[in-house]
């Protein structure tokens, strides 16, 4: 597996290697002894899926509060999304910035979304199949969301009618939060 940084401090592209061949391909998605091996720790409790049968479906931007802070491992199996991590760290050298990606079942990359990072993805193609696994169980007492067009963030998405849930219409500005996460240097 290959893992790029990425310009956001703590989130990483993990790029698999695929086996090829007139059959199809094989490859391995994740390994806990390799990547504990490069320095990073999880112990993923969930898997969650989800199917989005537009374009220009619009999910996030969310994170959930601490206690039960997510770290993120996101992967799309069919079609693609555009994906958007904002640095939502107080005090962290790339707090407030994003960074976004194109993950597709094309090109296999996966996302790795550190806690204190708001995640959300916009799909690129109709019946997008969108998976990530999680560190720490789904509280909807502890969800929470950025709004996904705040001017502060001016995040560059591909549409500019998106396809948005009741929930993601309504979401708040950063600047309007209340300090949720604080950074840690880890060096």
Not at 66 to 77: N, Y
Not at 136 to 157: F, M, Q, R, T, V
Request: aromatic share 14%; glycine share 6%.
């Amino acid at each position: 597996m290959n893992i790029i940084k990425t310009k956001l401090k703590d989130a990483f592209i993990f790029e698999p290697k695929v086996f090829g061949d007139h059959r199809g391909f094989f490859m391995e998605t994740y390994n806990t002894q390799f990547l504990e091996a490069q320095g990073f720790s999880f112990n993923f409790v969930q898997d969650n899926h989800a199917l989005s049968k537009e374009s220009g479906v619009l999910r996030g931007l969310h994170y959930q509060l601490e206690p039960f802070a997510q770290t993120k491992l996101v992967r799309v199996t069919r079609g693609a999304v555009y994906d958007v991590i904002v640095d939502i760290r107080e005090g962290s050298p790339t707090y407030g910035q994003w960074e976004g990606f194109i993950l597709s079942e094309d090109n296999k990359r996966q996302l790795l979304v550190p806690k204190g990072f708001a995640h959300g993805y916009c799909t690129l193609v109709e019946n997008t199949e969108f998976l990530y696994k999680v560190d720490n169980y789904y509280s909807p007492k502890h969800d929470c969301g950025i709004a996904w067009n705040d001017l502060d963030l001016n995040i560059e998405w591909p549409i500019s009618n998106p396809i948005l849930s009741d929930k993601d219409k309504e979401q708040p500005k950063l600047k309007d939060l209340e300090t949720q996460f604080i950074y840690k240097d880890k060096e």
